[in-house]
């Protein structure tokens, strides 16, 4: 009887001891767990002079890359193929405009220490190989859209790293890229073959509907106009909105500095 007693208070005890282990343990390593947004910014991370390099920065570093690898040639196609003007106005901008952010993303990829890719990846090899198969409208809407939607993907995912890196390279990469992409999207948009149906249902494909911001308009009813919103008072300012005709983006920027010798 005594030793029923004792191997049943023993029992007791660890099933106590077990459940105070597995209520405590998700307290002492919630801060070590995978998937946590510490956990996450710290995954990958080294540091440089310029500061923290992220997993999040070096991915941007090579899409920026990629991205050349692809729309460069693309754009080179469309000069000697397409038969309208403003096809190859917008071949000439992906030149222009990747030539000179691929220099840039050498010369910061050297002095972080990242390797590059030298060639498209699959996709976009698929990519140029529609293009490649396309002629005449047909392939003005290939070039258009397909650059058009890359583009799109790509725009939001420069302004987070933009905002979130503590990498001073990386943040004037992003502001550059940012430029170049924006200058991009215009060009093509200015050629009328965008097929913005297509892009807005891609974009909410396996979405469900909610609805925010102000309530749909009602036909025939005027909306009140809204006031000025401007600062109070005799305020002096001195800077101006960015320079430019409508329509167009400013890319000039003076050249990176190449301490890597990337260059020569």
């Known amino acids: 009887m005594s030793n029923r007693r004792v191997n049943g208070t023993t029992f007791l005890i660890a099933a106590i001891v077990a459940t105070i282990g597995a209520l405590a343990f998700p307290v002492w390593s919630y801060a070590d767990r995978s ?9 990958g991370t080294v540091n440089t002079q310029w500061g923290p390099l992220t997993a999040a920065d070096r991915d941007l570093i090579v899409r920026v890359r990629l991205a050349g690898l692809w729309e460069l040639p693309a754009g080179q196609q469309a000069i000697q193929r397409a038969p309208s003007a403003a096809i190859k106005e917008a071949g000439d901008h992906l030149i222009v405009g990747h030539t000179d952010l691929d220099k840039r993303v050498r010369i910061v ?5 990242v390797e590059l890719p030298n060639q498209p990846n699959e996709q976009q090899q698929g990519w140029l190989q529609e293009m490649s198969a396309a002629s005449g409208s047909e392939y003005e809407y290939k070039f258009v859209n ?7 993907k790509i ?3 420069i302004g987070t790293v933009r905002n979130t890196t503590r990498n001073t ?4 990469l992003a502001s550059d890229a940012n430029q170049t992409v924006l200058d991009h999207i215009t060009i093509l948009e200015k050629t009328g073959r965008v097929d913005f149906d297509a892009i807005a249902n891609d974009a909410v494909a396996g979405t469900t509907a909610s609805p925010t911001g102000p309530a749909a308009p009602v036909p025939g009813q005027v909306a009140p106009s809204a006031p000025a919103a401007e600062a109070d008072g005799d305020v002096k300012t001195t800077s101006r909105p960015s320079p430019g005709a409508p329509g167009t983006v400013n890319t000039n920027r003076p050249d990176p500095e190449d301490t890597a010798g990337v260059l020569r």
């Open 146 to 152: 397909l650059l058009r939607a890359a583009h799109g």
């Open 169 to 172: 390279l990386v943040r004037q």
């Open 109 to 113: 990829a050297a002095q972080l220490g």
């Open 35 to 43: 998937g946590t947004g510490q956990a996450n910014v710290a995954a």
């Open 155 to 157: 725009f939001p995912a």
